[in-house]
C-alpha cells in the first residue's frame, strides 16, 4: 500500500510527521491532494496531549471512483465532517448539523482516514467547493473555519451597513469576523486582549479595539452606539465573561450568536436578559453551504483577507506551528503538506 505523511499529535506538546496509508475513493468520494491546512483549534490538543487530525485543507482532485460532480485537476477547497448527504439537514445545506456522519475509519480502513493534517485525503464530491481561479490554495482555505463561522452568523443576522457589530475573541475566527463585518460595511468593534490580535483587529478595519479587561468597557460600547447598544454580536472566545457581556451591550431587539465553543455554564435571567429585550439568541458552528459563492465572493473581493493568514509552515514543522498557535501570537496558519 502506497503511503503519505501525516502530522500527528504525539504527547503532550509534542507534535510529528508519520507515514500512513494513502485512502482510496469509493463511489462518491474522490481523492483529494493537500495543498494548503489551515490550523484550528488543534493546539488545545497538543496542550494536553490528546490527538487531534484536523478539519481543513484545500487541493487538487486527483482521482475520482465514478463520474460525478468533480474532475481530475479541479481545485477545490475541503468543507469538514463527512455527512450522510441524503437528510433534510444534508439537502438544505446545513450538513455539519448531520446526524448520520460516515465513520470514515471504517469506511477506508484506515484509522485516521478523515484526518486532514495528511497528503491526501478522501471527501464526498458534494463537499468540495471549485476554487475560483486566480485564488491561491491559502486564501480560497479560509472558507473553512477562517471566515466560515462568522459569515454564516452574519448572514443568518443580515449583517449590513446600517449596523454595529460586536466581536468578543479575536483568534482566527473573531479576526474573519472582522473582514466580514467590514465587507459588508459594518462599524466593528472587537474585544480582545491579546496586543497582537488587538493590532491584527485594527489592521483589518475593526472600528474600536476594547480590552475584555477595561472596567468601562460596558460604558465605551454604550457611548459608541448612542447609549442604545449594539444590533449584533458575535462571542468567539467561549468565555462566560464574554457571553455576559454581549447580553449585556446588545441592544433591544437585537441578535446574539454564539460562536466559540464553550461547556460552561452561563448564567441568564429570562426577564432582563431576553424577555425585556427581546434578544434573539442564536447557535452558529459552520454556514449554509449554499452561501458558498457568497463567502468566496467575499474572499475574492476584501481587501484585507490575505492578511487573515500570519504564518505558512512546511507541515514537517508542524511542532513549530503549533507552539505559535498556542501562543496567540498569530491569526490564521497553514501548513504545506508537500514543502520540507
Ligand atoms: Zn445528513
Ligand atoms: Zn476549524
Redesign the pocket.
Known sequence: METMKRAVISGQKQAVLQDTPIPEPKEDWVLVKVHAV?L??EYKGWLDGHEYGG??AAGEVVKVAQPGKMKVGDRVVVM?GSPCGKCSYCISGEYIHCQHFHNVAEFSGIKHGGDTHVQYLIKQDWLLVPIPDGISYEQASLA??GLGPTFGAMENMNVSAFDTVLITGGGPVGLGGVINAKYRGARTIMVEGVPYRQQKARELGADLVLDPNDPEIRLKILNFTNSIGVDQCLECSGTVEAQRLCMDVTRRRGQIALIGECGEDLAIKASPDFIRKGIVLLGQWHYNLNGVSKIMKVICESSVVEKLITHVFPMSRIQEALEISASHNCAKIILKPWEN
Open positions: 489551515p484550528c483549534t478539519h481543513e469538514p473553512c473555519c
